[in-house]
């Protein structure tokens, strides 16, 4: 076929040249399709254009090789009119993909489990206020505070074993209070 193909060719010809196979007809279709497919619009993202208008293009080409098929209006319109099917397809297929920090998932606990600390944290603030005096504050200041036995001997003037078996005497208890 000896067309002479441009941007403002017959679409009758250019149909002729696609159902012939013939590459510069495509190429026009092609862009035809591409420009429709980077339009603002849609957003697609430069990296799915080609897949879009390669997909777009074996429709437009699958539609039109029957020899009864009819243009309506102009083949480059519908020739965008493939191509935004195929951008709506593409939006509806496309996940966001963002990378999720680990600590994202530490913030967001299962709800059991969230439910089940939350209970285990009022059973030991229950069993804590059911201590003595001092082992709510052994436990406090070496548990939360971070102190050492010994640290607290010199705060307090007892001595750092001693403490150290009232701390064992003090855990005792709290895990009994804790199973009960």
């Not at 083949?75 to 099917?85: D, E, N, P, S, T």
Request: charged share 30%.
């Amino acid at each position: 076929m000896g067309q002479d193909y441009s941007q403002d060719t017959d679409h009758e010809i250019i149909l002729e040249g696609l159902r012939a196979g013939h590459p510069t007809a495509c190429r026009i279709v092609e862009g035809w399709l591409r420009q429709a497919v980077r339009s603002p619009r849609f957003g697609i993202p430069v990296d799915d254009v080609d897949d879009l208008v390669q997909e777009s293009l074996t429709q437009v080409l699958d539609r039109v090789s029957p020899p009864d098929f009819k243009v309506h209006t102009s083949l480059k319109a519908f020739c965008r009119h493939v191509a935004m099917a195929r951008c709506v397809d593409g939006i509806r297929r496309r996940r966001m993909l963002v990378e999720l920090s680990p600590l994202l998932a530490e913030e967001f606990a299962d709800p059991l489990e969230r439910i089940a600390r939350k209970e285990d944290l009022s059973r030991v603030h229950g069993a804590l206020s059911q201590l003595k005096t001092l082992c709510r504050d052994l436990i406090r200041w070496h548990f939360t505070e971070e102190k050492s036995y010994k640290l607290i001997a010199q705060e307090t003037g007892r001595n750092a074993s001693t403490l150290r078996v009232h701390m064992f005497n003090c855990l005792e208890a709290l895990r009994r209070l804790v199973q009960v």
